[in-house]
């Protein structure tokens, strides 16, 4: 076993299509194989393979120009093959993008073209693929595609191939592939008895709990998968966190921009969530790593509970899922937002959102009694604000994002000012008044967060109205 285990998706190409289908029939469309590459990458894939399945059958090369095309949008590693039956042939997809090519049919044939491959090109650029069958206790070799079964046998042709140079061996089971019952693990321990090259272990993954043991168990270096990763199934970062809860060392699969969040002690970071169409706020939630790669990967609300310890997600049991259409990291990348299109109550009370109004205030207590001082009855007061800010600033409290903000400085203060100054006019026209009421609030904490970092009391600017009152100042 390699150093980090490599998790591969694998596009079956025919005409132009990403295909899948069981023990290599009946093949279905599964998507552009571009667009397929793109996310591939993005999920934290290690490598991509591309197998032109048609191309020896209909005794044609590989399509060039896709491969060119998907190689244009990759910059991790890409292993191509099918119709490959010449050093002209590995050559042209070598120059069209690929990394490496993978032979079978025709090095079956010609068992030499693999030691011309690897003399040409190295043996790093040289993979070969072997489709095997079981035919009672032994495992034998198929070509063309998994049409044509040979009476080679897996364990001396893999021997062969190591010998003429084969810097890897993709092994894939004719009887599993396609099924989702897991990799053939007898196969594999033939096929890593015979090599010491890396074996990339393929066909037969249908959950999370089949690719350890053909790391731990089969020898495998790598592990290859398709249906499970083009029908969205798991993604290739769930795959990789499986493994990686099993003992097999991968590398990280982290969502970009994910990797600028700051968590916790605990490796917690709190999620607000809030309504995509209302701009209402929904909930306040946690969320650990996986729970936040996840939300990315599926694009529906993953938080982890506290007092369960476990991860979950909205919705699992009730029905009111959350479809996640935007995830932001604040500025000082300790907090997270999602924005969410909700299908049902974000609160287990079965309210539409987890907060409701304080109805005691002073204000509506007086009202209420018939003693409210003449004027309007929803008062604005600040002094509890200025004397929370100014408590922090006097004996700071540890993860305060005031103290955080009053350590940055004046410069950092004024800038959050002038930010939330403008998202507040934004919110004037293109919001509900909940909406600019959460803004015009944002702001006034900044303000009042300024004036504490400048040392300016509260008293001079009410000093400042209190000179404009009734004057033409005041109307300006």
């Known amino acids: 076993m390699s150093l980090a285990?490599?998790?591969?998706?694998?596009?079956?190409?025919?005409?132009?299509?990403?295909?899948?289908?069981?023990?290599?029939?009946?093949?279905?469309?599964?998507?552009?194989?571009?667009?397929?590459?793109?996310?591939?990458?993005?999920?934290?894939?290690?490598?991509?393979?591309?197998l032109d399945v048609a191309a020896s059958n209909e005794e044609r090369g590989t399509l060039v120009g896709l491969v060119a095309r998907v190689a244009d949008v990759l910059s991790i590693p890409f292993t191509v093959g099918g119709g490959v039956r010449s050093v002209e042939d590995a050559g042209a997809l070598l120059q069209a993008g690929a990394d490496r090519v993978t032979v079978n049919t025709a090095a079956v044939a010609d068992p030499g073209l693999v030691t011309?491959?690897?003399?040409?090109?190295?043996?790093?650029?040289?993979?070969?693929a072997v489709d095997a069958k079981r035919l009672g206790e032994r495992f034998v070799v198929s070509t063309h595609g998994g049409r044509r079964i040979t009476e080679i046998?897996?364990?001396?042709?893999?021997?062969?191939?190591?010998t003429r140079g084969a810097g890897e061996i993709l092994l894939t089971s004719m009887d599993a592939d396609g099924t989702l019952a897991g990799f053939d693990l007898a196969m594999l321990k033939v096929a890593r008895s015979a090599t010491s090259v890396p074996i990339v272990a393929s066909g037969g993954a249908g959950t999370l709990t089949h690719f350890a043991p053909a790391v731990l168990e089969g020898g495998a270096d790598a592990?290859?998968?398709?249906?499970?990763?083009?029908?969205?199934?798991?993604?290739?970062?769930?795959?990789?966190r499986a493994l990686a809860k099993a003992g097999v060392p991968v590398r990280p699969a982290v969502p970009a921009g994910l990797e600028r969040v700051v968590f916790d002690a605990k490796g917690l970071v709190p999620v607000v969530v809030r309504d995509e169409r209302s701009g209402d706020v929904l909930t306040l939630a946690w969320a650990n790593e996986e729970a936040l790669a996840l939300t990315v990967e599926t694009?529906?609300?993953?938080f982890w509970s506290r007092s369960r310890r476990e991860l979950w997600k909205k919705g699992e049991t009730s029905g009111n899922v959350q479809r996640v259409v935007r995830v932001s990291v604040?500025?000082?990348?300790?907090?997270?937002?999602?924005?969410?299109?909700?299908?049902g109550p974000a609160c287990h009370t079965g309210a539409a959102t987890c907060f409701t109004p304080i109805e005691a205030t002073p204000a509506r207590v007086a009202a209420a009694a018939g003693t409210a001082r003449p004027g309007p009855v929803d008062t604005l007061d600040l002094g509890?604000?200025?004397?929370?800010?100014?408590?922090r600033k006097a004996s700071p409290e540890p993860g305060s994002y005031t103290n955080r903000l009053l350590d940055k400085g004046i410069e950092k203060c004024a800038q959050k000012v002038?930010?939330?100054?403008?998202?507040?006019?934004?919110?004037?026209?293109?919001?509900?008044?909940?909406?600019?009421?959460?803004e015009i609030a944002d702001l006034m904490y900044h303000v009042v967060v300024l004036m504490a970092a400048r040392g300016l009391p509260a008293g001079a600017v009410a000093a400042e109205l209190a000179a404009r009152r009734g004057t033409r100042r005041e109307e300006k």
């Open 5 to 50: 285990v490599r998790v591969i998706p694998c596009l079956d190409v025919a005409g132009g299509r990403v295909v899948k289908g069981l023990k290599f029939e009946n093949l279905r469309d599964a998507g552009d194989p571009v667009e397929a590459a793109r996310r591939y990458e993005a999920e934290g894939a290690d490598e991509l393979c591309f």
């Open 116 to 128: 011309r491959l690897a003399e040409r090109f190295g043996s790093q650029c040289v993979v070969v």
């Open 153 to 162: 046998e897996l364990a001396s042709w893999v021997a062969e191939v190591t």
């Open 223 to 240: 592990v290859l998968a398709a249906s499970i990763f083009h029908d969205r199934t798991f993604s290739v970062g769930q795959v990789k």
């Open 299 to 302: 694009r529906l609300s993953h």
């Open 330 to 343: 604040d500025c000082d990348r300790d907090a997270v937002l999602y924005d969410v299109e909700p299908a």
């Open 384 to 391: 509890p604000l200025f004397a929370v800010v100014a408590a």
């Open 418 to 438: 002038g930010e939330e100054g403008v998202e507040t006019a934004l919110a004037a026209v293109t919001r509900d008044d909940a909406g600019l009421a959460a």
